[in-house]
Nanobody, 117 residues
Framework: QVQLVESGGGLVQPGGSLRLSCAAS????????LGWYRQAPGKQRELVAR???????DYVDSVKGRFTISRDYIKNTVYLDMNNLKPEDTAVYYC???????????WGEGTLVTVSS
């Protein structure tokens, strides 16, 4: 049973930084893409960033240059370092694990990030 446990959300002022962590367990993650999605109130869930087993990274345009995704292959943990946060980054952030061999998605429960003065 794949489990994803997120941590690191909270309240931060505009221009501030946060680090989100997601610990994955329950499988061999060498054939998983790991990533972060977010969903703001009244909006659809969107991909923020993802990283492949070979460390290829993709970002949504709105976070390029501000957010960095990374992956610890020993701890099976994915991180999202968020800098220069803006109010429009306010959302629930979800960790995602995609088994690209079986085409199965797994989701964390989400962690709230609020950017406000």
């Amino acid at each position: 049973q794949v489990q994803l446990v997120e941590s690191g959300g909270g309240l931060v002022q505009p221009g501030g930084s946060l680090r989100l962590s997601c610990a994955a367990s329950g499988d061999n993650f060498s054939h998983y893409n790991l990533g972060w999605y977010r969903q703001a109130p009244g909006k659809q869930r969107e991909l923020v960033a993802r990283i492949t087993p070979r460390s290829t990274m993709d970002y949504v345009d709105s976070v390029k240059g501000r957010f960095t995704i990374s992956r610890d292959y020993i701890k099976n943990t994915v991180y999202l370092d968020m800098n220069n946060l803006k109010p429009e980054d306010t959302a629930v952030y979800y960790c995602n694990a995609l088994n690209f061999v079986r085409d199965i998605n797994y989701w964390g429960e989400g962690t709230l990030v609020t950017v406000s003065s």
